[in-house]
């Protein structure tokens, strides 16, 4: 007897039927329900700023402010203390070279100075006599030398003479050895006493020696005390304008205390401080400008300070075609340092998109110009005005580079 087959239900054409049409379910009813972080959000146009991505020369710097400061400034400090005593040229004045500014007085000082004067003349005087006495111990053995000399040159031809009569026996043995005694006791004597001279002659140039340097090393101090109490008058060492605090007679001034400075007029440098992190990136030669009533200026960075104060270090620059006219000492100015050559890149215009984006994405608006998408792209170098593309863009595009605060999360941007 045949049995009965019950036919399935779940055969594999009836489940891929089914699955292909759950499939197609579930994808209209995530279009429906999550379409919406896909759809446009409605903004005018007048309220974003649109930037084109254009080609051209990046030039990466960094802004800073500089102060303007004489390029040549002498400083004015106290070499001695005192009060006081007179003002001659008031702060503002234009100096010459020589120009008293102010005159001290210090009786303490004056007095010590009167008495190392009166200390170094009187040892002058002693080494002096100390000469003079050498001098005249060098005449006395020449005076001696000579009066031996004399006697010599008087007691030879009569000795001679009275030797001859002597061996001829007309003069008496007692009366020739008188004579012979007396010549020949000045012959030793002149020898004994000219090598006492030699001697005395070649330690007497040596003392000489040294009084001569004495006497001009006490001179050059006596110069030199004399010259204490011309520190007691400021005057100014160059041409120049005159820096100073206010002063006035009967202050009193320390040793070492600042008076003011003179400075060069007509010179001028350009003093700036800049964070350390630029620190690698600084050299001197590296250009700058700065625009000063519509004129741009050109400067070269000529000297970098070796020390850093509160993350901070300081470089000096010059104008390096002309100097500004009316600028002061003082002024502050906005620079800006370039760093490195430029160089030619796609760019696009800085601005607050950056704030939410960080450069990797941003709106591009489509051909006509009525909406703009959710592009992802990438930046590299940057300045304060354009950023470098490195992808994603072409240049002619045209970007959103406003704030983006007010998108939400929509990728498209429809305007009104």
């Given at each position: 007897?045949?049995?009965?087959?019950?036919?399935?239900?779940?055969?594999?054409?009836?489940?891929?039927?089914?699955?292909?049409?759950?499939?197609?379910?579930?994808?209209?009813?995530?279009?429906?329900?999550?379409?919406g972080?896909?759809?446009?959000?409605?903004?005018?146009?007048?309220?974003?700023?649109?930037?084109?991505?254009?080609?051209?020369?990046?030039?990466?710097?960094?802004?800073?402010?500089?102060?303007?400061?004489?390029?040549?400034?002498?400083?004015?400090?106290?070499?001695?203390?005192?009060?006081?005593?007179?003002?001659?040229?008031?702060?503002?004045?234009?100096?010459?070279?020589?120009?008293?500014?102010?005159?001290?007085?210090?009786?303490?000082?004056e007095?010590?100075?009167?008495s190392?004067?009166?200390?170094?003349?009187?040892?002058?005087?002693?080494?002096?006599?100390?000469?003079?006495?050498?001098?005249?111990?060098?005449?006395?053995?020449?005076?001696?030398?000579?009066?031996?000399?004399?006697?010599?040159?008087?007691?030879?031809?009569?000795y001679?003479?009275?030797k001859q009569?002597?061996?001829?026996?007309?003069?008496?043995?007692?009366e020739?050895?008188?004579?012979?005694?007396?010549y020949?006791?000045?012959?030793?004597?002149?020898?004994?006493?000219?090598?006492?001279?030699?001697?005395?002659?070649?330690?007497?140039?040596?003392?000489?020696?040294?009084?001569?340097?004495?006497?001009?090393?006490m001179?050059q101090?006596?110069?030199?005390?004399?010259?204490?109490?011309?520190?007691?008058?400021?005057?100014s060492?160059?041409?120049?304008?005159?820096?100073?605090?206010?002063?006035?007679?009967?202050?009193?001034i320390?040793?070492?205390?600042?008076?003011?400075?003179?400075?060069?007029?007509g010179?001028?440098?350009?003093?700036?401080?800049?964070?350390?992190l630029?620190l690698?990136?600084?050299?001197?030669?590296?250009?700058?400008?700065?625009?000063?009533n519509?004129?741009?200026?050109?400067?070269?960075?000529?000297?970098?300070?070796?020390?850093?104060?509160?993350?901070?270090f300081?470089?000096?620059?010059?104008?390096?075609?002309k100097?500004?006219?009316?600028?002061?000492?003082?002024q502050?100015?906005?620079?800006?340092?370039?760093?490195?050559?430029?160089?030619?890149?796609?760019?696009?215009n800085?601005?607050?998109?950056?704030?939410?984006?960080?450069?990797?994405?941003i709106?591009?608006?489509?051909?006509d110009?009525?909406?703009?998408?959710?592009?992802?792209?990438?930046?590299?170098r940057e300045?304060?005005?354009?950023?470098?593309?490195?992808?994603?863009?072409?240049?002619?595009?045209?970007?959103?580079?406003?704030?983006?605060?007010?998108?939400?999360?929509?990728d498209?941007?429809?305007?009104k």
């Open positions: 007897m045949d049995k009965k087959i019950k036919k399935k239900y779940w055969t594999l054409k009836r489940i891929v039927s089914y699955s292909g049409g759950s499939l197609m379910i579930l994808t209209i009813l995530y279009f429906l329900l999550f379409g972080s896909n759809t446009s959000v409605e903004i005018d146009r007048d309220k974003v700023t649109v930037s084109e991505v254009r080609t051209g020369i990046f030039q990466e710097y960094i802004p800073q402010t500089g102060t303007v400061e004489p390029k040549y400034t002498f400083y004015l400090d106290a070499v001695e203390g005192g009060v006081i005593k007179k003002v001659h040229k008031e702060s503002g004045s234009i100096l010459k070279p020589g120009d008293v500014i102010l005159e001290l007085s210090n009786l303490n000082r007095l010590n100075v009167l190392q004067e009166a200390s170094l003349n009187e040892s002058i005087n002693r080494v002096r006599q100390t000469r003079l006495s050498l001098e005249q111990n060098d005449l006395q053995q020449l005076q001696t030398l000579a009066e031996i000399d004399n006697q010599i040159q008087k007691l030879e031809p009569q001679n003479r009275n009569l002597f061996e001829k026996k007309l003069i008496s043995k007692q020739f050895e008188q004579i012979e005694a007396d020949f006791y000045n012959l030793k004597r002149r020898d004994i006493t000219y090598r006492s001279y030699k001697k005395d002659s070649l330690s007497r140039k040596r003392q000489l020696v040294q009084l001569n340097q004495s006497e001009q090393r001179s101090s006596l110069d030199g005390v004399g010259k204490i109490l011309d520190n007691l008058v400021v005057k060492p160059i041409e120049g304008q005159l820096s100073a605090p206010n002063l006035f007679e009967g202050q009193s320390s040793p070492g205390e600042r008076l003011g400075q003179v400075d060069v007029v010179t001028y440098k350009i003093k700036s401080r800049i964070d350390e630029y690698p990136k600084i050299d001197t030669g590296l250009k700058a400008t700065t625009t000063i519509g004129e741009v200026y050109e400067l070269k960075i000529t000297y970098i300070y070796p020390t850093i104060t509160e993350g901070r300081e470089v000096d620059l010059e104008f390096t075609n100097i500004p006219e009316g600028i002061k000492r003082g502050t100015l906005r620079l800006r340092i370039e760093l490195g050559d430029s160089t030619d890149e796609t760019l696009i800085s601005g607050a998109f950056y704030n939410k984006t960080g450069g990797n994405w709106y591009v608006l489509n051909e110009g009525t909406k703009a998408t959710k592009r992802n792209i990438s930046l590299g300045n304060s005005e354009a950023y470098v593309v490195i992808s994603g863009l072409e240049p002619g595009e045209k970007v959103i580079t406003s704030s983006y605060d007010n998108f939400g999360n929509n498209i941007i429809k305007f």
